[in-house]
């Protein structure tokens, strides 16, 4: 079989001959193959003469193409074709066909822009990647906050405010939430009353004798919890002084506590230890004015505002 | 047969050009009609105006860059891809019930290709002559005439390839505008692509490449093999008839008539091969029914012809089925759709085009998508309350402004809060986002597992259409 087909066949060889008789069939690659290959050869060089191509010592051949950018100091440059030029000019156009929409938040007030449906389609959409970008790494992703750790901006209890003044104060200066330790200054059976008081006001399961004197100790210049969270315990909003008597927790932990007694233990030990962190960056400077209004906008939405 | 390797030494066949010779016949006019009305259809649609308020004054229009397909009276937004899907089975499924009915009717009477490259061939024969002029012209060194001709046609081709990709990119844009543009240099980089490839493809696929398109590229020229059946309808060649016992052979005297024919054992060909010679893809019928057929049934036209000259009986080559063929008492042949496959085929067909007509009819005038916000599904607010938020997505699909009105059932009306917007106006073509919140008591929200949005369009109530949305509430599973 493999003899007749070696018969048969009309194959050329290279037209060597070693050691007399070893000779080479001469199979030539598919013509089209071949000139793809010389193709890709020719647009290699076509290539590298337009772009960057071979690096020489530290610096590099540019080529004969070139990129005209404004750089983030908003100079004008032109420099040999490279992707980062590419990037940064891509962004500059991005920040072009959104500009209209910033100047006209800058140019609405607060009212207007929630009023108008085409503005506030754009506040949805810009505000949700800007407080992504953000908000969201302390806040969380819906605004949701962290129980102990990050207010809950979805809810209608707003510690410094839910105006949209308030809300763009916060933005622009950030706050920080204190609250003085309680633990040195009164007894264990003190902060106990105190907790059963505070209790009492969000509708917990109570010890009532405990609250009574609670009460009376939250009035007092003993614990002088009154100068802050003002004699009603609705708090005070000039210095973000929580309301005691809703059902929203931030700092104590009392929706996860089991039990009354749970919350009552998880109240105690907000009012024995204080509080000293409830830091809100400035974004004033980070952001620009009309990115800081549309959060503001976006925010005020998430809640509801006030 | 295996082939040797003597063969195989050319990887790929050289084409054989093929000069078709014209021929005339029900079959010729039956073409002739679908390519007149496919390319009146084709080439004048875009031109065709239609008023329309917020887009430009064209029948049909696909407007990618708007997100719409504007269909005299109707139209599509994306959201009603599902339209595409339909339309696409439908024209699978027609395809396939066709082709088991009377074969590769697709290829031979509609198929662009063959349309495009009847139209090339009819240019070919306008400039360079009937079969014979072109043989010879084809076989003649090049001097003055055949630069001529064979420019002249070349150059028709291109046009005709131009005017196709013209047209083609006119679905596109506003089609008077696009031309003027076109020839300005004003036109979208895009528009100048697409002319170019569809002009370049068309030349090579309608005047240079033609029956090898068919068969070395179509998949579906080599896969409708699948779809015949022993019933189905092609074009054969009646060998019983036309070879006899002594086979076929010429009319020369002594076996003129038939009766001298069938004395001498001879078939009724009169091998005068006029069916090869029509054939577009080059084929010779009487070889029996072959993956390169299209189906165009030039061929019957060709053997008709023939036959009436000699005063045979027709049919020689006819449609008729491979069972009826090979039949020892054949009857009239005709098209059975008696086969579980053929009435399967129909009523998928029936039921996806009633889909398709019922969809259509019935869709409304604008779109909605209702989303629960679930980071946080609910909020338990200062007093107790329980809140979910909603947003609502509004899209106008008709051809004005509207209105819409957004209420609530299943829920006390205060509980439903839509900040600045318990009506919004929408832009046609535009979308219109809405922020609902719900606040019910504990107690309420406990019982409330769900409730119903309702949409208005201000002034039409009775195109209202609603949505149920959960509400979630702490403590509950669902």
């Known amino acids: 079989m493999s003899e007749q087909k070696l018969q048969s066949q009309t194959v050329q060889t290279t037209g060597h001959a070693w050691d007399g008789d070893l000779q080479e069939y001469n199979n030539p690659l598919p013509v089209w193959w071949v000139y793809t290959f010389y193709a890709t050869v020719i647009f290699a060089i076509v290539y590298w003469t337009i772009y960057p191509s071979w690096p020489i010592g530290k610096d590099w051949i540019g080529g004969v193409s070139d990129i005209t950018y404004v750089n983030s100091e908003g100079e004008t440059k032109t420099h040999s074709w490279n992707t980062r030029a590419l990037l940064l000019e891509d962004l500059n156009q991005a920040a072009a066909a959104q500009k209209p929409y910033f100047d006209k938040v800058a140019s609405m007030s607060y009212e207007q822009i929630a009023k108008d449906p085409e503005m506030n389609g754009f506040i949805l959409s810009s505000g949700k990647a800007l407080f992504a970008d953000n908000c969201a790494p302390c806040h969380q992703a819906g605004g949701q906050g962290v129980v102990g750790f990050f207010p809950n901006l979805t809810d209608d209890d707003w510690l410094y405010g839910g105006s949209f003044d308030t809300i763009h104060e916060t933005l622009m200066g950030g706050r920080r939430g204190y609250m003085p330790t309680f633990g040195e200054v009164l007894s264990g059976q003190q902060i106990d009353q105190l907790a059963n008081y505070v209790a009492s006001l969000s509708g917990i399961g109570h010890d009532a004798a405990k609250a009574a004197a609670g009460g009376a100790l939250f009035n007092s210049e003993t614990a002088a919890c009154f100068y802050c969270h003002s004699s009603d315990a609705k708090g005070r909003k000039d210095i ?67 | 047969m295996q082939t040797g390797l003597e063969d195989q030494l050319g990887l790929y066949q050289k084409r054989i050009p093929i000069f078709t010779r014209s021929v005339k016949g029900k079959f010729r006019r039956f073409k002739t009609s679908v390519l007149v009305l496919a390319y009146a259809i084709f080439f004048l649609l875009p031109w065709l105006p239609w008023s329309r308020l917020d887009a430009p004054a064209q029948a049909v229009l696909f407007d990618l860059p708007g997100r719409r397909f504007l269909i005299f009276g109707l139209t599509v937004y994306p959201q009603d891809v599902v339209w595409l899907a339909l339309l696409l089975f439908i024209a699978a499924i027609l395809l396939f019930f066709v082709t088991g009915l009377v074969g590769r009717a697709f290829c031979g009477y509609f198929c662009f290709q063959t349309l495009w490259t009847d139209f090339y061939i009819w240019i070919e024969h306008l400039i360079q002559g009937e079969r014979p002029a072109r043989v010879r012209l084809y076989r003649q060194p090049w001097d003055r005439e055949k630069v001529l001709k064979v420019g002249g046609t070349h150059a028709l081709w291109l046009l005709a390839s131009f005017w196709t990709g013209v047209t083609f990119a006119a679905y596109f844009a506003y089609a008077p505008q696009l031309v003027l543009d076109f020839f300005t240099g004003q036109a979208a980089a895009a528009a100048y692509i697409t002319i170019g490839i569809l002009t370049v493809s068309t030349y090579a696929a309608a005047g240079l490449m033609r029956e090898q398109i068919c068969t070395y590229v179509c998949p579906y020229g080599r896969f409708q093999s699948v779809m015949y059946e022993a019933e189905t309808l092609a074009v054969h060649y009646d060998a019983r008839r036309g070879e006899a016992a002594h086979g076929r052979a010429s ?180 979308s219109g986002l809405v922020q609902a919140s719900v606040r019910l008591s504990p107690t309420l929200a406990a019982q409330t597992h769900q409730f119903e949005l309702v949409i208005t369009p201000q002034g039409k109530p009775a195109e209202a259409r609603s949505e149920t949305v959960r509400f979630d509430s702490p403590g509950r599973r669902q």
């Open chain 2, 251 to 430: 009319a020369r005297a002594g076996q003129r008539t038939l009766a001298e024919r069938h004395e001498k054992g001879l078939g009724d060909c009169v091998d005068c091969g006029l069916c090869v010679q029509v054939c577009p893809v080059g084929i010779d019928i009487r070889d029996g029914l072959q993956y390169k057929c299209i189906s165009c049934g030039l061929c019957i036209d060709a053997c008709n012809t023939i036959m009436d000259s000699f005063n045979f009986p027709r049919g020689l080559i006819r449609y008729d089925s491979e069972k009826n063929l090979a039949s020892p008492t054949p009857t009239a042949p005709k098209v059975q759709w008696k086969r579980l496959k053929t009435i399967g085929y129909g009523v998928a067909l029936i039921l996806m085009s009633a889909y398709l007509v019922y969809s259509i009819g019935t869709r409304g005038s604008f779109d909605r998508a209702v989303n629960q916000i679930r980071q946080p599904l609910y909020v338990v607010l200062s007093n107790g309350d329980i809140r979910n938020r909603y947003q609502i997505r509004i899209t106008n699909k008709a051809g004005q402004d509207q209105v819409y009105v957004i209420s609530a059932h299943g829920i006390p009306a205060d509980a439903l809060d839509l900040g600045n917007f318990s009506e919004i106006a929408v832009k046609p073509g535009h």
């Open chain 1, 240 to 306: 973000g002084a929580p309301n005691l008597t809703d059902n929203i927790w931030l700092w104590a932990n009392v929706p996860a506590a089991d039990g009354d007694e749970g919350k009552i233990a998880a109240i105690r030990g907000v009012i024995s230890n204080g509080l000293n962190k409830g830091v809100m960056p400035a974004w004033a400077g980070r952001l620009s004015p009309e990115q800081i209004k549309v959060l503001t906008v976006y925010v005020h939405e998430l809640g509801g505002g006030q």
